[in-house]
């Protein structure tokens, strides 16, 4: 799997930030840069005088279940969103079941940035949650360190497809159920269950536009990942 981590150009004492950093390249490191600590495979990113990580990670799910949502209340930047008006040539297509309110959806990626302490930089795409995206899915995909998977209780079986295709990538991913106001409530064990997921997999429940709870989700991803990635020594 490609890193999710970059690094700019040797050479340069004061470089500048590419305003747009690819977090799925893998330049060669600085070989007297000091790793961060949660640098796992990757390298640090020098800016400004201090190293940064840079992680790419998806934020992956179902239709309607909240993706764009979840970056928007994230985001420290002013996130990029596809979202397009949808149609009536969409109505057998798109499942609308249990999101008979949306009227939109998104074509190609949503992105988001957050920075979390010691300098970890997450890079969030929101990916479109269409069978017929695939393909367009798999590209983001690449150079992802991970996955947040939204589920929404009212149609959890919507999720499995989006759950094979992470696993299949192999990514190591967690699950954030988004709870809407009309969703129904059960336990996390319930959950688990239905979902198959594994004994290590996290599972948090979440409101997608509450920041705190949505960071919550993000961290326990994080987290999950950093204790999966074999970390670098000196």
Same mark, same amino acid.
């Given at each position: ?9 040797? $050479? ?19 070989? $007297? ?14 800016? $400004? $005088? ?185």
């Amino acid at each position: 799997m490609d890193s999710a981590l970059s690094s700019p150009p040797e $050479g340069d004492p004061d470089p500048e930030p590419d305003p747009d950093p690819d977090p799925g390249s893998d330049p060669d490191p600085d070989p $007297g840069r000091t790793p961060h600590p949660h640098a796992g495979h990757g390298v640090a990113y020098l800016r $400004g $005088g201090r190293d940064q990580t840079l992680v790419k990670l998806l934020v992956a799910g179902p239709f309607g279940v909240g993706k764009t949502t979840f970056i928007r209340s994230l985001s420290e930047t002013e996130p990029l969103h596809t979202e397009e008006i949808m149609t009536r040539r969409s109505a057998g297509v798109d499942d609308l079941s249990g999101v008979r309110e949306k009227s939109t959806t998104t074509v190609a990626i949503d992105f988001g940035r957050l920075t979390l302490p010691e300098d970890l930089v997450l890079y969030m795409f929101g990916t479109p949650g269409q069978r017929r995206f695939r393909q367009l899915w798999q590209d983001i995909a690449r150079g992802a360190l991970g996955a947040l998977v939204l589920a929404d209780t009212r149609r959890l079986s919507d999720s499995f497809e989006v759950m094979d295709m992470i696993e299949e990538a192999g990514l190591r991913y967690a699950v954030a159920v988004n709870t809407f106001p009309d969703s129904p409530v059960h336990h996390p064990s319930t959950l688990r269950d239905h979902l198959d997921l594994l004994p290590d997999t996290p599972l948090v429940l979440c409101d997608a536009r509450d920041r705190d709870q949505a960071t919550d989700a993000l961290i326990a991803l994080v987290g999950h990942v950093i204790a999966l990635t074999p970390q670098e020594t000196a």
